[in-house]
């Protein structure tokens, strides 16, 4: 069964770069029947996506957040990383990441599988 | 941006009872619908995608239905297991209703 897992800071100060890890475990990062994504939840909030990325690559961001993001896959490692930069107070959140099944290689179906988050406070 | 818009913002329903949540997108999504039950202090959890289709170990109590810009997400018979927030994400461009609160 896949299973995903982020790791990070839980502090970052404002205006520096965020950066999370999620690792996958029971599935080659490298299969092409998956995307891989991240989302985001601030507290008593609901849920935003913010990007998603192929074994390959391909990387899918939110419109709103694209100029301050950056995803990455570790393939060696059977990882991906989230970088957002120049963070704000607003930035604060659960960040959960979760896999996208997808037999065809696309990235279009639904979340199947998230890990259990991890909360990132933006604060001085 | 596609947004999807969840009613109501709060449904109380009684265990054993039946409970119908909608969802609305702001332009057609096909059938590219997924819904998630979410419990405090937990990631969400995949119940339904391609508007009605149960995710694996979904109870059959559990059903959608909809296309287009309307959606419904039908409990029936209510277990105290189901007291929770649900969102539906439409993932033609990734985005997710504000969620409905489900409570006793």
């Known amino acids: 069964q896949l299973q995903l897992q982020e790791s990070g800071p839980g502090l970052v100060k404002p205006s520096e770069t965020l950066s999370l890890t999620c690792t996958v475990s029971n599935v080659f990062i490298s299969s092409i029947n998956y995307y891989w994504a991240w989302i985001r939840q601030p507290p008593g909030k609901g849920l935003e996506w913010i990007g998603s990325i192929s074994n390959s690559g391909s990387t899918y961001y939110k419109p709103s957040l694209k100029s301050r993001v950056t995803m990455s896959v570790a393939t060696s490692k059977n990882q991906f990383s989230l970088k957002l930069s120049s963070v704000i107070a607003a930035d604060t959140a659960v960040y959960y990441c979760a896999s996208v099944e997808s037999p065809l290689g696309l990235p279009w179906n639904a979340f199947n599988s998230w890990g259990q988050g991890t909360m990132v406070t933006v604060s001085s | 941006e596609i947004v999807m818009t969840q009613s109501p913002a709060t449904l109380s329903v009684s265990p054993g009872e039946r409970a119908t949540l909608s969802c609305r997108a702001s332009?057609?999504?096909?059938?590219?619908l997924a819904w998630y039950q979410q419990k405090p202090g937990q990631a969400p959890r995949l119940l339904i995608y391609g508007a009605s289709t149960r995710a694996t170990g979904i109870p059959a109590r559990f059903s959608g239905s909809g296309s287009g810009t309307e959606f419904t997400l039908t409990i029936s018979s209510l277990q105290s297991e189901d007291f929770a927030v649900y969102y539906c994400?439409?993932?033609?461009?990734?985005?997710f209703g504000q969620g409905t609160k489900l409570e006793i």
């Open positions: 994400q439409q993932y033609n461009s990734w985005s």
């Open positions: 332009q057609s999504v096909s059938s590219n």
